[in-house]
């Protein structure tokens, strides 16, 4: 079964600490790729995307995430966070032309003044 | 602000009725999804329609139903409720005018419905 994992549920920097959380999918076939980030009582918004092309992408607020095709993952990363990043991140795939999206379970990232 | 609104925003109510969550979606959008986000089985895909008709489904229950008008909005039908069913039900659209087109998705504010 399609599925994504992410591999921190909790992380906790400091401001101005650099920032890589882990996304891996299974599902053989073309896939379209996605970082979401929910704020604290708000909804999904999406951060970037990739569906084709160059595997690093950039999204807002200074994220960028790349897609390594041969392992099967989708990382995101920041070189300095700011407390205003405190959110949860939900990694997401669009497997195969199908459009739902098949989310990981997230990741609650605490960024400290 | 997406431009997807829901409502009701809250909803509370008790174990074996019925609520029924309305989306609209955004000007333009053809396609609606719905998403059911709960503690313990994180964010899941339900049910997609396109222009009025059902595109694809998830993991939804037999307890549960939607629909899409004429005029795009949708509305998601949960029947007899139980205690587990409590989550945050959210709904998002996209342009998406073919199967293969990918297209981003724009998500609601959400409905938190609480079963008691």
């Known amino acids: 079964a399609q599925s994504v994992s992410q591999h921190n549920h909790h992380v906790i920097l400091s401001e101005a600490a650099s920032l890589e959380l882990g996304c891996n999918y299974s599902?053989?076939?073309?896939?379209?790729l996605f970082w979401y980030v929910q704020y604290p009582g708000q909804h999904l918004q999406l951060l970037l995307k990739?569906?084709?092309?160059?595997?690093l992408v950039k999204g807002i607020k200074g994220f960028e995430a790349e897609f390594i095709k041969s392992k099967f993952s989708f990382n995101l990363r920041k070189p300095s966070v700011q407390w205003s990043d405190t959110a949860e991140y939900f990694c997401?795939?669009?497997?195969?032309?199908?459009?739902?999206?098949?989310f990981g379970a997230g990741t609650r990232l605490a960024v400290h003044p | 602000d997406s431009g997807v609104t829901q409502t009701p925003k809250h909803l509370i109510t008790a174990t074996g009725q019925r609520v029924t969550l309305r989306c609209s979606p955004r000007?333009?959008?053809?396609?609606v999804y719905w998403y059911q986000q709960s503690l313990d089985q994180g964010l899941q895909f339900l049910i997609q329609?396109?222009?009025?008709?059902?595109?694809a489904k998830g993991n939804i229950l037999e307890r549960f139903s939607a629909q899409q008008f004429p005029d795009l909005h949708s509305e998601l039908n949960l029947s007899s409720l139980e205690l587990g069913d409590s989550a945050l039900y959210f709904c998002?659209?996209?342009?998406?005018?073919?199967?293969?087109?990918?297209?981003?998705?724009?998500f609601g504010p959400g409905t938190r419905l609480t079963v008691l």
């Open positions: 998002a659209s996209s342009t998406n005018r073919g199967q293969n087109v990918l297209n981003e998705q724009f």
């Open positions: 599902y053989g076939g073309t896939v379209n």
């Open positions: 990739y569906f084709s092309g160059d595997p």
């Open positions: 997401a795939v669009n497997p195969g032309g199908y459009n739902k999206l098949i």
């Open positions: 000007s333009g959008d053809l396609s």
């Open positions: 329609y396109y222009n009025g008709e059902e595109r």
